[in-house]
């Protein structure tokens, strides 16, 4: 295998990204934990009806940036407004290329007023660290990577619980009474006599004046003590450590399209980006799947629009790529939308796909059927593609697979019948997850709201 010293270096040599991309021989994004703690489908069900405490201190990248210019380094990249940010608060930060096509997003947190931690896949660090490190910035960049990138130990322990019971596990466990968290904001406090801070959003269902999703992190040393600490009180509520594949899966409830095709991989204004970036990284090992095959990587790009995210847009600030947004503003745009996928079809394809020899579908893996680190699979209405399915999922509080999409605005209806075609073109690509199979369609029932 070709070492490559850049991004740049490997589509030098190898020619179109879209072709190394869709055999990249790498699978699923990984998460280094435990399956299965009791059973996915409880583990689900628990979300919903009283919590789950997902330990998300291996899979996710923390990159630190501090320093007095780390403000205007987020704001010169980030579409968002960062009027009023600083310790205390966080975002969903979103940046684009100059052309208004999204790079990545992340969890920004606020630590302190010079210093915000970066969290999420390494997309959007990455993006924010090349320009601390060559603009004129005064920024130093700390790097804690994801436990299988990471040779050394993590810097901090980072719990999620989610559930209408989580706020009651959460001061059973502190002792007394919490004060309250506002939405997307920071909340200072201790657990097992370790000094916390909770992030008060949800990963499942919508947010209400309760806080049914804290995220609460602190030194890595002490995780084990407040880990301890949030399980024993929850005894009594009914709390569930979650597996990574009830994780996986609940990114369809929540309505956050997890990894779409960076746009760094085309454009003169992105070589040095390119040039920057490792050949042998995350952005270069990609693993696009799925039904949609287009020999232009471009067409795998997306827009905040697209993503569900034009009310982070704000043209208050100079940023990268505000032009390119604000021309395209009033145009008609791709929404988010939910598919819920219908049943009789999904069976059939499982049992074809186990039963059906020699024309095998492909394989569904549950709760999750992911093949890759990002799907794209095509989505037909009549005789035109009208959109992109990106996540799908079976969890147990929708009742079936469902996916998160992005269908033109126009055929965004509510209850109309589409077709999502499953499976990869010309018998599937080279990738490790990926058998010979054949495609198939499935009926898909669009949903502008979501799902539970």
Not at 27 to 51: C, I, K, L, M, V
Not at 218 to 228: R, T
Request: hydrophobic residues 40%.
């Amino acid at each position: 295998m070709t070492d490559f010293k850049s991004l740049e270096d490997k589509i030098q040599a190898l020619g179109n990204p879209i072709n190394f991309l869709r055999n990249a021989p790498v699978g699923a994004y990984p998460f280094p934990f435990e399956a299965e703690y009791t059973n996915w489908r409880d583990e689900q069900t628990a979300w919903s009806t009283t919590a789950v405490l997902f330990d998300q201190s291996f899979h996710m990248f923390d990159i630190y940036f501090k320093g007095p210019d780390v403000k205007q380094l987020f704001s010169d990249l980030g579409v968002n407004t960062f009027k009023g940010f600083g310790r205390g608060k966080a975002k969903q930060f979103v940046a684009c290329n100059d052309y208004g096509m999204v790079i990545a997003d992340g969890i920004l947190f606020g630590l302190e007023h010079d210093e915000y931690n970066l969290v999420g896949t390494p997309v959007a660090s990455n993006w924010v660290q090349y320009h601390a490190e060559t603009g004129d910035y005064d920024v130093a960049v700390t790097r804690d990577e994801a436990s299988v990138f990471n040779a050394g130990e993590r810097l901090q322990f980072r719990f999620q619980l989610n559930g209408p019971l989580t706020q009651k596990i959460v001061e059973k466990a502190h002792g007394r009474t919490l004060a309250p968290i506002p939405f997307f904001r920071l909340g200072e406090f201790d657990i097992a006599g370790v000094p916390v801070r909770a992030l008060n959003h949800t990963m499942a269902g919508m947010p209400g004046l309760e806080m049914t999703g804290l995220e609460i992190t602190g030194p890595v040393a002490k995780g084990p003590a407040v880990k301890d600490a949030l399980m024993r009180a929850g005894e009594e509520f009914g709390l569930r450590l979650g597996g990574s594949q009830a994780y996986t899966s609940v990114t369809v409830e929540s309505g956050w399209l997890p990894m779409p095709v960076p746009a760094i991989y085309s454009g003169e204004a992105m070589r040095p980006y390119r040039e920057w970036l490792s050949g042998s990284g995350f952005e270069a090992n990609m693993a696009i799947g799925g039904s949609f095959d287009s020999d232009v990587i471009d067409d795998y790009y997306t827009t905040p629009w697209d993503l569900g995210y034009a009310r982070t847009i704000k043209f208050d600030h100079d940023f990268v790529g505000r032009a390119a947004l604000e021309a395209m503003a009033d145009e008609p745009h791709r929404r988010k939308v939910w598919l819920r996928w219908n049943d009789d079809d999904v069976a059939k394809t499982m049992a074809d796909s186990l039963f059906g020899k020699p024309h095998r579908t492909k394989y569904m893996h549950l709760p999750c059927p992911v093949f890759s680190v990002t799907p794209y699979d095509k989505i037909v209405y009549g005789d035109r593609i009208v959109g992109i399915s990106n996540w799908m999922a079976y969890t147990t509080n929708v009742g079936s697979i469902s996916s998160i999409a992005m269908i033109d605005e126009a055929d965004a209806v509510d209850g109309r019948e589409v077709t999502v075609v499953w499976g990869e073109p010309d018998g599937g690509s080279a990738k490790p997850l990926v058998e010979r199979h054949v495609q198939t369609d499935i009926r898909a029932t669009i949903s502008t709201a979501p799902l539970v």
